[in-house]
């Protein structure tokens, strides 16, 4: 951990007090701090936009404050340029294994829907659209530019890409998180939150739906409950096959992501094993496509 990062963190202007931001884990595109200041606690996310993967800190922080606004996601106190202050959740951070609890899918889908259409009434000012074909195509371009060493297989990459997305076919914007990993749902005992908001952006909701599965390994019946759940109708067989196509596209996104982030990342984060287990992940959710 950077000295040099704490001692900003510990020099912003909006603490009322000494104080000593403590290095919490889990970010891999952010720095994270907790800091006690007179008996509140806060969180301090710092980290300057990276281009190579569309993250922008004007987009996360405005949609932080909508979704705040919509009732899913604490208060953003404090904001300047690369870093941004939120209010502390007591609770306890989602593991993969209780996003599969069917007590917990039944709160989590919910919270998705808020997130997808109460966002757009608080979010203010200019927002990004989250196409992930887009974004799959675009990391191919980066990787190749810098000469990854998955150089030989992006070319079936973009062939993979140009499937899915002739697949999905038209969709219906909706604001997307677009990254519903387990460690981004918090339940304080009332209630559960959703944090970090980093990729947020409009998108098909079918791709919260898939990146939910995909994340976090859900069971097919409870993709077919899912699915009944939020669209509140039957499934068909044709939703089926796009929530495949989504989940296949969730993967390979989060494939290429780990690709580039090889490339370009300066975390200390060991990132080729996480190619290896998304692009694992990526092999068994196309056979599953294909076969539907």
């Avoid at 990993?181 to 998108?203: K, T, V």
């Amino acid at each position: 951990m950077s000295r040099k990062i704490r001692d900003r963190v510990a020099q912003l202007d909006f603490w009322s007090s000494d104080v000593d931001p403590v290095p919490l884990d889990g970010g891999i595109t952010n720095t994270n701090f907790t800091v006690d200041d007179r008996g509140e606690r806060y969180v301090v996310r710092v980290g300057d936009d990276i281009p190579v993967h569309g993250v922008m800190r004007f987009n996360e922080i405005a949609a932080a404050r909508a979704a705040h606004a919509a009732g899913i996601s604490p208060e953003i106190v404090y904001s300047a340029d690369g870093v941004f202050i939120m209010r502390f959740i007591e609770g306890a951070t989602y593991t993969e294994q209780d996003v599969r609890e069917p007590q917990n899918l039944e709160r989590i889908i919910p919270l998705i829907q808020a997130c997808h259409h109460e966002i757009p009434k608080h979010f203010q000012g200019p927002a990004l659209v989250f196409w992930p074909f887009h974004v799959c195509r675009n990391y191919v371009h980066t990787a190749r530019d810098g000469n990854s060493r998955m150089m030989d297989v992006l070319p079936r990459f973009l062939d993979i890409n140009d499937e899915l997305e002739k697949t999905v076919g038209e969709i219906k914007l909706v604001f997307g998180h677009n990254d519903l990993l387990a460690a981004n749902f918090i339940d304080d005992g009332e209630r559960l939150w959703l944090l970090d908001w980093d990729y947020a952006g409009y998108n098909s909701g079918l791709f919260d739906l898939a990146n939910l599965s995909s994340n976090n390994a859900l069971s097919p019946e409870q993709e077919e409950w899912v699915l009944e759940t939020y669209f509140q109708q039957p499934v068909t067989d044709r939703r089926r096959c796009r929530l495949a196509a989504m989940k296949c596209v969730s993967l390979l996104r989060e494939t290429l992501w780990s690709i580039v982030s090889e490339i370009h990342s300066t975390l200390d984060f060991d990132y080729e094993s996480y190619t290896a287990k998304n692009l694992a992940r990526l092999e068994n959710a196309l056979e599953a496509f294909r076969q539907i």
